[in-house]
C-alpha cells in the first residue's frame, strides 16, 4: 500500500514538473500582436532609472509574465505560457530589465519579440524604443 502510495506521487510530481518545465523554456511564444496578450506591442521605455518593457495588458485572461534573453547580439523577449492564477485584462504592466549583458545587448542590438509563427523557427518584430522623461 506504501509503494503504491509513493508511486502516485511521485508520478504525479514528475508530471506537474514537466508541465511547468515545458513553460519555463526560453523560445519563441505567443504573438505579441493580434489584441490577445497585448492591446498593442509592447515598448521598451527608457526612464532616468533604467529600462522597461511596458504594456497594456489585452483580451487574455490569464496572468503571464515576458522573460528575456541575449540572442544573436540583441535582446530577445517571449512568452512561451500563461498561468491561471489571475486576469489583468486591461491593465498597464511593466518589466525592468536589469543585468550588464542584457542592457548592453539592448543598446546595441536593439529589442525583439520572439512569436512562434511562422513554425518550427518563428519571427521577430523589433520593439519600438521610447524615451520617457
Not at 505579441?32 to 487574455?60: K, S
Not at 491593465?91 to 513554425?119: M, Y
Request: net charge neutral; glycine share 12%.
Amino acid at each position: 500500500m506504501q509503494k503504491t502510495a509513493l508511486s502516485l506521487t511521485l508520478a504525479l510530481l514528475l508530471s506537474l514538473g514537466g508541465c511547468v518545465a515545458l513553460g519555463w523554456k526560453f523560445g519563441p511564444g505567443f504573438p505579441c500582436t493580434g489584441g490577445q496578450l497585448f492591446e498593442a506591442p509592447p515598448v521598451v521605455e527608457h526612464r532616468v532609472d533604467g529600462y522597461y518593457l511596458a504594456w497594456t495588458q489585452g483580451r487574455h485572461p490569464f496572468y503571464f509574465q515576458p522573460s528575456y534573453k541575449v540572442l544573436e547580439g540583441r535582446l530577445v523577449f517571449s512568452v512561451v505560457s500563461t498561468s491561471s492564477s489571475g486576469s489583468l485584462s486591461g491593465r498597464q504592466r511593466e518589466l525592468k530589465i536589469e543585468g550588464k549583458a542584457n542592457l548592453e545587448a539592448l543598446r546595441s542590438g536593439g529589442a525583439f519579440w520572439w512569436s512562434l509563427e511562422p513554425e518550427p523557427e518563428g519571427t521577430f518584430l523589433a520593439l519600438e524604443l521610447v524615451q520617457v522623461p
